[in-house]
């Protein structure tokens, strides 16, 4: 991935297919995906700012918080058998295990937003955005390109928030994710946070939220199993 610009590839389906102009020109679920080191939460976080009526999941997770992570806030830091019972009480629209540590997004208050019409973020992985395009198919699924491979190396090394053994397994769990690309509605490279903001507002002003997203009013939906990475 060699792009030097932030830039909107055409959707992979022509938009007025599945998310033509809406009534409000609310999109109801936009998911973010990418490889790790990518920058997607700081994506999100500016995101944010950008477009204050967005909701941003907050999900759970098995892997022990990072400094300056707050439970609640960041992640819902749970221990394995509560993700256990999250999954046994269908609980969780997606989950994936990760680079050993389980994550999932809990179902419940995306679907409630959703119904009110307030447009949701997810920031999850490949296997999750999958599971999301199944189970919601309205879903605008967009990835997070970083401007090349060896960028993506230096920011995940960079960081420094985990141990070299992690680092390597996050890359090569990257190279899959990266292969996957094809499958998503829009890429955006990331070579500036503001740049890439500015397309996802575009996005969620210009895409139709229809009916098809919104979740059954029972929450039933297809069984799914997460793949593992
Ligand atoms: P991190 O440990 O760096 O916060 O996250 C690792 C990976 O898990 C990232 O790619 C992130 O997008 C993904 N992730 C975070 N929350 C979820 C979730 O709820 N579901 C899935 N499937 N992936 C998630």
Redesign the pocket.
């Known amino acids: 991935m060699t792009a030097a610009q932030p830039e909107a590839a055409p959707p992979r389906q022509a938009r007025g297919e599945r998310h033509g102009k809406g009534r409000d020109g609310r999109p109801p679920l936009l998911v973010l995906?990418g490889?790790?080191g990518v920058g997607?939460?700081t994506v999100v976080r500016e995101l944010r700012d950008a477009y204050p009526e967005l909701w941003v999941?907050v999900?759970?997770?098995t892997?022990f918080p990072r400094p300056g992570e707050v439970d609640g806030v960041h992640?819902l830091f749970v221990g394995e058998e509560e993700f256990d019972r999250l999954v046994g009480q269908d609980a969780l629209l997606?989950?994936?295990t990760?680079?050993g540590?389980r994550?999932?997004?809990p179902r419940a208050p995306v679907e409630e937003r959703l119904r009110q019409g307030v447009p949701v973020v997810?920031?999850?992985?490949l296997?999750?955005a999958r599971q999301v395009r199944q189970r919601l198919p309205g879903a605008l699924l967009v990835f997070v390109a970083p401007p090349s491979w060896d960028e993506l190396v230096r920011r995940l090394s960079g960081r420094g928030t985990e141990p070299p053994d992690v680092v390597e397994r996050r890359l090569a769990v990257a190279r899959e994710e990266l292969a996957a690309e094809p499958e998503f509605d829009v890429t955006l490279v990331n070579t500036s946070v503001g740049e890439i903001c500015e397309r996802l507002v575009a996005l969620l002003e210009s895409v139709d939220p229809g009916a098809s997203v919104a979740p059954p009013v029972d929450g039933a939906g297809p069984s799914l199993g997460p793949g593992s990475s």
């Not at 997810?122 to 992985?125: F, P, Y």
């Open positions: 995906s490889p790790s997607k939460t999941s999900s759970a997770t892997r992640y997606e989950w994936a990760f680079a540590h994550y999932g997004t997810l920031e999850i992985d296997q999750g």
